[in-house]
């Protein structure tokens, strides 16, 4: 088995190539990722990086896999719910009455299989959002945006949904196993493939959601991010991250905190 080495040249060249396969830079992802490889390559067998990344190449499979690892893609509705009926009872009417208007910017940025952004839509339109503005979604895998455009979920992804959001916007046909989001709501989202690292960001956002993806970032990649993050903001708008994060430095960033977990900017 080659070296264990982070730093190896044989990583690095694993690395080069991946990016060059994928468009996904390792260099930005924690160590974990350097382990999970080797735990993959011991699975299939691979004698060195080079025999498993031609192993990735010819096999969507194993390039699936291996995505997998980068891409963890667990969520749920309203996950962290303080959170999100903060969002609606108080940050989004203030940005309404703020704004003057019921045209909102809102951004899910990391939304899996969309979870996070349906459950924005939803309080859009419990607070009466326009929907000529859809939410924003965004997420670097493929796979995991054409399950959110299905809408199609269990009833475990929906425990925190209150019983008459659940009625008045979903759709079950098996009593209540799964449930389908309704079209007035998949109509107030808009999904698009991006790398949040790799991609540069629109800006203007009233709202941005960034939770529970940057952790599998080094620091240095977070910090770039969280610049990108401020300058996509609009003034006055708000910026939420996942209940385990915390941005250090905010202030030299520019963001002011506005509660656990949540940041503006003047
Ligand atoms: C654990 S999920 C978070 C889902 C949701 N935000 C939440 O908190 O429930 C992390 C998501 O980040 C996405 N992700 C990882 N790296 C990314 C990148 N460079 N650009 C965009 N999305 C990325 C993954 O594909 C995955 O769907």
């Known amino acids: 088995m080659e070296e264990r080495n982070y730093n190896s040249p044989g990583y690095t060249m694993f690395k080069q190539n991946f990016k060059r396969l994928s468009g996904i830079d390792l260099n930005s992802y924690k160590d974990q990722i350097h382990r999970r490889t080797h735990e ?23 390039l699936r896999e291996f995505l997998d690892h980068l891409t963890i893609n667990v969520s749920e509705f309203f996950r962290n719910d303080s959170q999100w009926w903060k969002l609606r009872d108080k940050i989004i009417p203030e940005l309404i009455s703020k704004r003057g208007t019921k045209r909102l910017k ?31 979604a965004g997420d670097i895998d493929q796979g995991a945006i054409a399950t959110a455009q299905k809408a199609n979920y269990r009833k475990a992804q929906l425990l925190n ?16 196993e799964t449930y389908t989001v309704n079209q007035d709501i998949k109509r107030r989202v808009s999904f698009k493939r991006f790398n949040m690292i790799e991609d540069n ?23 770039v991010l969280y610049e990108k993050f401020f300058r996509a903001l609009a003034p006055g708008g708000y910026f939420l991250v996942g209940s385990t994060e915390q941005i250090f430095g905010y202030q030299k960033i520019g963001f002011k905190t506005a509660g656990p977990f949540l940041y503006t900017k003047d």
């Open 106 to 136: 809102l951004w899910s940025a990391g939304c899996a299989t969309g979870e996070e952004p349906y459950s924005l839509a939803i309080l859009s339109a419990v607070c009466g959002l326009d929907t000529m503005n859809p939410v924003l």
């Open 201 to 223: 960001f629109n800006s203007g956002f009233d709202i941005i959601l960034c939770r529970n993806v940057v952790i599998y970032f080094t620091n240095e990649t977070k910090a």
């Open 161 to 176: 949904v209150p019983k008459d959001y659940l009625a008045k916007y979903f759709t079950t046909t098996d009593n209540g």
């Open 40 to 62: 993959l390559m011991a699975r299939w067998g691979a004698k060195n990086y080079d025999e498993y990344f031609a192993m990735m190449k010819n096999d969507e499979k194993k």
